[in-house]
């Protein structure tokens, strides 16, 4: 398990720490996804969010194991739908993506996979792939499903219990 993980964004004036093993390292295709990786991509000066083939690869943590260890000020959250309970959290200060949170209770957080320093978990499940716009155009050696696995769920909740008893 790795203690401590941090992400940061492009210019080093943000960052997260994460600790504790992450939930589960995916990369997403779904329609939202690709939509707010265009519209982040958008910003002035912001890096690339999507992979070639349009999947956004995240990191997700339990939400009591991410702080904001730098630079919090900085962080704003889109969502591209006003009503909508997802942010995407970019760093303003250089306009990278940083993280993904919710309004609605979720536990978790996902975390832009590109920000992670260091090693990042390898890729475990491309999900979302009904989505995909064409073929992948890539090998992978990990599963990929047209929607979110029944073990993703499982882990999920298996996160969510762990926390409600402080594991």
Known sequence: MRERTVARCTCGDVELEMSGAPILSAVCYCDDCQEGARQIGALPNAAAVQDADAGTAYVLYRKDRVTVSRGAALLKPYKIRDKSATNRVVATCCNSAMMV??????WWVDVYRAR???DAPPVQAHVCTKFRPGPSGRASDVPSYPGYPFKLIVRLLGSKVAMMLGR
């Open 101 to 106: 949170n919710f309004d609605d209770g979720k």
């Open 116 to 118: 992670i320093q260091g």
